[in-house]
C-alpha cells in the first residue's frame, strides 16, 4: 500500500525520525518532496560558524552576509576537520552526541570541569560523543586497518582495505570505552 506521509507526523529531528523508532520496519521510504523557501534564514549558532564568518569575512554583523559567504565558511570548516573521502576512504561522523538528563552531566560535569556541552532544555544537557571519544584516547589511533581519524574523533577512517567487519569491531571498542569512562552509550 502507497501512503503520503506529512513530514509534521514524521518526529524529524537531527539524525532521528519515527521511521527509525516506532516505525522502524514498518515502512520503505520510495520517495521524499522537499519544500525548500526562498528566504535566505541562516542559523549561525552551531559550532563556530559565527567565530568562521567573522575571521573570513571581518564582519562583526555576521547575519549581513549572503548565503554563498555562509556555505563558503561551513565548506571551509568542514575541510578542516574532515578527510577528503577521495584521500582517505570514511564513514563521516559516525556516532551521534547522546542526549543525557541534567543529573548526569551534573555529575560528570564535577569530573570533568571543561566538558563541552549543549543546553538542550532545562532537563537535559547534549555532551560531543567526539570529545569523550578523544579523552578516551582513540583520536588518531587504530584497531587494524579501521582507525579514528586525527582531526575529528568523531569519524572513523578505513586505512586502507578495512572491512566493514572492521570497521564494526572499531565502532564497538570505542562504545565500550566511553560507556566504561562516562557510563554513557555512543550510537
Not at 552551531?46 to 548565503?67: C, F, H, M, P, Q
Not at 543546553?119 to 544537557?125: A, G
Not at 584516547?137 to 582531526?151: F, M, P, S
Request: overall charge positive; proline content about 4%; hydrophobic content about 40%.
Amino acid at each position: 500500500r502507497v501512503m503520503t506521509i506529512p513530514a509534521e507526523h514524521c518526529g524529524y529531528g537531527y539524525r532521528q525520525s519515527k521511521f527509525k523508532q516506532e516505525w522502524k520496519n514498518r515502512y520503505l521510504i520510495t520517495h521524499v518532496t522537499y519544500r525548500l523557501s526562498t528566504d535566505f534564514q541562516p542559523h549561525l549558532d552551531y559550532g563556530n560558524i559565527r567565530e568562521a564568518l567573522r575571521l573570513a569575512y571581518g564582519a562583526d554583523d555576521v547575519s549581513v552576509l549572503t548565503a554563498q559567504q555562509l556555505r563558503d565558511a561551513i565548506i571551509g570548516i568542514r575541510n578542516a576537520k574532515l578527510p577528503d573521502p577521495k584521500v582517505m576512504g570514511n564513514a563521516g561522523s559516525f556516532f551521534m552526541n547522546p542526549i543525557v538528563n541534567r543529573e548526569k552531566y551534573e555529575r560528570l560535569a564535577a569530573q570533568y570541569p571543561v566538558m563541552p556541552h549543549y543546553e538542550v532544555d532545562k532537563d537535559h544537557v547534549k555532551i560531543p560523543a567526539g570529545w569523550m571519544i578523544d579523552q578516551c584516547g582513540w583520536k588518531g589511533k587504530a584497531l587494524g586497518r579501521a582507525g579514528v581519524h586525527d582531526k575529528q574523533a568523531l569519524v572513523l577512517v578505513n586505512l586502507g582495505g578495512a572491512t566493514g567487519d572492521e570497521i564494526v569491531r572499531l565502532c564497538q571498542a570505542i562504545q565500550k570505552d566511553v560507556e566504561a569512562k562516562f557510563g554513557i552509550v555512543i550510537d
